[in-house]
């Protein structure tokens, strides 16, 4: 990372650092700021790059990074909401403001809602996820949340941190997120699917469901389960087979391993529905098949 002013002062014209820009030697990262090479293309990355050519800027003591910037920090599962952003609290008295690249902040923080990660301050990890569900939507918060519980974090501290701002906007959106956050939702995808078939009122799911042959031989353990009607779920993510991969197999060789799988559930009398990216972007037809099959096979009508 390299401020303009500094490449200057190195002896570097600014027509030398545009051609450089030009020729892709060099990418803007802000106003002033400029990294060698591409910019990052994940969004991780970007923020950091974003981070690093953005503090160094201000004129006074940066204060903590939160929301977003915290996020992509203590390594919690990106989204692109305030992605485009450095987010940043300073002291109550402190000007805020809000511009294209950093929203400035300026409310009260504990100690215990702060931590260091390198040369930055940031907000805790149930801090954070407090501050995600306030800021944007139940399925980010409830994204966020279920990673803290991934984690070292717990339900019990998202509530205590509510309980010390009670009046704080958002916090009726926060203490929805934290009573439903769940820690055995294993991957960001499954929360996001989780969190928008709560919203479309979908029955909630266990999560991690084991099945068992009558013998008590382990079958498969599955996302979703509604043990009732006998039917799990499954969140196939852009990722999954690739991360299904064994040394010497081919994506093939797992495509038939999961139809094996899918057909010995099939086999203990359970139904199996899955979903994939493309119901994160119409959740609304995503909940209407499942509540189609969960009616489908409700103890009422096996019985019949």
């Known amino acids: 990372m390299f401020r303009i002013s500094d490449l200057v002062r190195q002896g570097m014209s600014p027509d030398q650092i545009q051609k450089l820009k030009r020729e892709g030697s060099y990418s803007a990262v802000r106003h002033g700021a400029v990294v060698e090479g591409p910019l990052a293309k994940d969004l991780r990355s970007r923020q950091i790059e974003l981070i690093q050519a953005t503090l160094p800027a201000l004129s006074k003591a940066p204060g903590v990074l939160t929301h977003t910037s915290a996020v992509a920090l203590l390594g919690l599962p990106m989204t692109n909401r305030g992605?485009?952003?450095?987010?940043?609290?300073?002291?109550?008295g402190s000007s805020k403001h809000r511009r294209?690249?950093?929203?400035?902040?300026?409310?009260?923080?504990?100690?215990?809602?702060?931590?260091?990660?390198?040369s930055?301050?940031?907000?805790?990890?149930?801090?954070?996820?407090?501050?995600?569900?306030?800021?944007?939507?139940?399925?980010?918060?409830?994204?966020?949340?279920?990673?803290?519980l991934r984690g070292s974090g717990s339900v019990e501290r998202m509530q205590e941190l509510l309980r010390r701002a009670p009046r704080r906007r958002g916090n009726v959106m926060a203490q929805a997120v934290a009573a439903f956050a769940d820690g055995r939702s294993e991957s960001p995808g499954e929360s996001?699917?989780?969190?928008?078939?709560?919203?479309?009122?979908?029955?909630?799911?266990?999560l991690q469901v084991g099945i068992c042959t009558p013998?008590?031989?382990?079958?498969?353990?599955?996302?979703?389960?509604?043990?009732?009607?006998?039917v799990v779920g499954e969140y196939d993510g852009p990722q999954k087979?690739?991360?299904?991969?064994?040394?010497?197999?081919?994506?093939?060789?797992?495509?038939?391993?999961?139809?094996?799988?899918?057909?010995?559930?099939r086999?203990?009398?359970?139904?199996?529905?899955?979903?994939c990216r493309a119901d994160l972007r119409n959740p609304v037809a995503a909940a209407a098949r499942l509540i189609r099959l969960l009616d489908s096979r409700s103890p009422q009508r096996r019985g019949a």
């Open 83 to 92: 992605a485009e952003q450095v987010w940043l609290n300073r002291p109550r």
């Open 100 to 118: 294209p690249q950093i929203i400035t902040r300026a409310c009260a923080l504990e100690p215990d809602e702060i931590m260091r990660i390198g």
């Open 120 to 148: 930055y301050l940031v907000t805790s990890p149930e801090r954070t996820a407090v501050d995600m569900a306030r800021e944007f939507d139940f399925p980010t918060g409830v994204m966020i949340a279920d990673a803290v």
């Open 192 to 206: 996001l699917m989780r969190a928008q078939l709560e919203l479309h009122q979908c029955p909630a799911p266990d």
């Open 215 to 230: 013998l008590g031989e382990f079958v498969a353990r599955c996302d979703f389960g509604w043990p009732n009607q006998r």
């Open 241 to 265: 087979y690739g991360r299904l991969l064994k040394p010497g197999q081919t994506v093939s060789d797992v495509v038939v391993h999961e139809k094996e799988r899918e057909a010995n559930i």
């Open 267 to 275: 086999d203990q009398g359970w139904e199996i529905i899955r979903f």
